[in-house]
């Protein structure tokens, strides 16, 4: 069963800052008093701290945090923050403790600000001029299990100890799009291979609860997210990440995905409760880079491949709240550029991927066991995808234009490079040279009129040779299934005109 903590992270995030907004405002009318309060008891480095370790299951590190309360826009600076496990130390007062050793910290922050227009709250309006984190780093490890060390890390203190409570469950960050959290299957019970350590989140997440009853479970569920929880009305003209690194370890799918160099800009947030049909929205942009690696052939022979390396930039508008129910549930409609030199697969050929259908096409003389599969971009490659759950739903065909071929996915297709799998409808359209050698065998195979026949059947309408494929599963293990019966159709089509032209 997977549990999504992204909607009650998000809950808890957005009454924290209504909550900090508003007693700002109060401070702001009380005077000196109210401030030197709010300064010793709210937004001080330890009450902060204490509210991150009292909230998740963690230890928490600040270096140093700055108000100013009487600014327009009133300013919140926090600076050196990191996130790990809980430890020994957690139980301390904040100056008894050792230093956090920064190796440690599976989420750090060197800097993050916060500037809220203080008078527009007595208009029932949240305006939120800036909130910017800065050299922001996190790592996730998933165990073979798939929990994830960040879903442990950000779960209720004392969630995976308690006997009634359910099994721990991994909130996930996934990729370069949007959709940054989502959830991981909870723990079965298993031991690691001979010669493999466990994880951290394996070994973080051990216990197991007891079945509830259909009825105690219904009674149990959470309700998600809604919008009139929020209570006001939200304005935010910028809030982003910046110089961001993503590092994940999945041992489960034996991958390993860096991302760096992220930028990620939300603008032009409007949100208002009552009114979600006109105010509903908010407009992001992303560039940055990001390498994912695999490990691909038998268990005893194994090596580590780079499955992608990419350069991307692009953005779109996020609809976050459902404008009937109210309910969170976010839609979003991006489009990026995946730019040329940026690399997908490529580290087999398609003869090594054990496709029955390519006997069948060399009767023909159509032998491509040599190609490559991937390659670098030679060009620019614009993709308009929608993020559905933990997919990402390619929105219209997308075209990939590499030295040997040109690769196209057909709207529909999928992929979900976090849990390495993947649903792909594909065209593979020769480029010169590969048509000009396939050309060449067919006339060889089957005589220079018959030959040209054929190929004039297996050509689409701008006269490049075309196979239709689709492809699902991991996406370290691509074994594509090429269309053999239409490929046979479009050849027997040739012959057939072939024929009557001989008559």
Known sequence: MKRRYAPGIMK???KKLVLAAGTLAVLAIAGGAGLRWWLEKKLSREAIVSEMENSWNCRAEIDNVSLLLMASPARLEVTGCRIAPRDEESAKPLALRAPLDPGKADVSCKRSVLEVRLQDLLTGTLNVRQLVLSDLAVREDVSKEGVS?????????????????PVVVAATTKSVTPELVSSASAPAASTAGAGEATSPASAAATATAPERAPAEKKKHQRRGFEAKQLGLSILVERASLEHVEFHRIDHKSTTKTDVSDL???IGDIDVNPDDLAGHNSFKLALDGRLKQRGRIGPKENRREVTMAEIDFEGGGTVNPFDATTGRWQPASDLRLT????????????VGETGVKELEKMAQYGIDISDLPMGGPLIENADIHIIPRQDRSMFAERARFVLADFELSLEKGSWLNPSDDDHNFQLRITCGPALQARLSTAVVNNAGKDLGETLLKALKDE???IYFDAKSSGRLSKLKPEFDTKRFLNRLLEG?????????
Not at 149 to 165: D, H, I, M
Not at 495 to 503: C, D, H, R
């Open 338 to 349: 995946v730019k040329k030199n940026s690399v997908f697969g490529g580290f087999m050929k």
């Open 12 to 14: 808890s995030g957005v």
């Open 149 to 165: 060390s960040l879903g442990v890390l950000f779960s209720k203190p004392g969630r995976e100890t308690k006997e009634e409570a």
């Open 495 to 503: 012959a057939l005109e072939g024929v009557i032209k001989s008559k």
């Open 462 to 464: 701008k006269g490049r």
């Open 263 to 265: 930028n990620f800009t």
